[in-house]
């Protein structure tokens, strides 16, 4: 179809179902696909790893994501779900080729869009027909425009590629749930017709935001920059509770509750993780950095989530003494429960942190199959308690808040629970004589009245006078 007129707009197919390309049978590019084709579009999905490829073929499902294999299953039996490697047999009939790869961050934390640019070029380079490009990997704004031009380098004569910006939002764990009932869905595109397109392809009925591709870019970096921040924040009140000697669970109930703070990613922890949390935090900074803008509330944020995930390791070699040569049972390696992926995991970082201090650690998930360095690998939660002086939840997995300390007493040779995740029943260990560390949540302190600042701030006047130096508080209650 060489020769198409240059103005994609001008040559749109405007009816549903549409012959869609996916690039990448990850996370995204897997569920999007799986879901586009049970929307009714016919979908060709191309991945380069020839492992993935190959249990695709076969109908197995690389990655675990609950309803996927069923509607991957429901995909290739209707027909309307391929797999292959071939661009250009995926691009046949299809206006629409969604980008779903990988962008890592590169080891100064700035994103490498390498493999998306590779992949853009791919498809720009055999397409024999105008295309529309949406990139629904997270991408720091200008990329869009920035992949157009790389595009506009290998395109044939007459071929239009225009580039759109349509991220993704969906949660691991709910990957499906999430992309067939989004909260919103997000096109930035340059031309209006290009972007009803797009539109018209997701679930009927949803919200939909249209903007610029730069805004579109942004609205992704600037929403997990929000959540790392609330996650952050839940961890710097829970720091402070764990001092004051009260419990983040109900300040944090008491605060989420407020509609306009709301109730979600208010929960303390090991710090955030996970392949985008962290790598949309340094994206991000990246991204201010880049215009000279000042970010210093992401920036606070993952700062607060370096401590978050140290201190765990704080308690812990707080109540053993010292980690070298303890035994230490590991529950838990995923990033988050529900998932058996391990990029950034808490968990993993927790138990090498763990391992750099000496210590023999046994760590047990029930999903994660990751490779570890260091550590042994047992299939059960019990047998990596058999023998332990501490035990750690790291991930919240169900099955660990049911161990009880009477099934885990008998295994372990010590008595230290610490639960990082805050599903374990800690009361329950510590009437049964364990030491049970949480987070947030401390034993009331009896302040002394001469450091307990409320009892000098109930007696100190105000003199108005300029709050520096000496006049701050904490010369006057060392005075
Ligand atoms: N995982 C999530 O929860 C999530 C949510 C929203 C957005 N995102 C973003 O979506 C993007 C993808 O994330 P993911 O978790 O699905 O990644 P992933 O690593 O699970 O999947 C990427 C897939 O793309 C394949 N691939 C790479 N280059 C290719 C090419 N040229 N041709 C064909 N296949 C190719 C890889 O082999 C891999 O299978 C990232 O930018 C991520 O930040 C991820």
Redesign the pocket.
Known sequence: MTGQPASFAEDLPAERPQRICV???????LTAAACFAHLGHYVHC????PA?LGMLAKGEIP?HEPGLAELVQEGMSSGRLRFGNDPAEALEGAAVAFL????PPRSDGEPNLT?LA??AR?LARVTDHSLALVV???VPPGSCEAIELVCDEVTAEGISVSVVSS??????SKAVWDFLNPDRVVVGAADAQVADLVASLYPPGVPVVRCDRRGAELVKYAANAFLAVKISFANEVAALCEKLGTNSATVLEGVGLDHRVGREFLNPGPGYGG??LP??VSGFMAVGRSVHSPTPVVTAAAEMNLLARRSVLDKLAGSLGTLEGRRIALLGLAFKAGTDDTRDSPAIALGKALVGEGAHVVAYDPLARVDLVGMERVPSALQAARGAEALVVATAWEEFAELGPQTLGEEMAGRVICDAVGIVDLESFSEAGFVSLGVGRGEPPSFHPVVWAPLRWAHTTDTCEPVTGAANGNEAHAA
């Open positions: 690039v990448g049978a990850g996370y995204v590019g191309i991945e380069s790893d993935r990655i779903c790869v990988g962008t493999y590779e992949a791919q629904k990997s997270t991220p993704e939002f969906l949660r691991e392949s985008c790598k949309d």
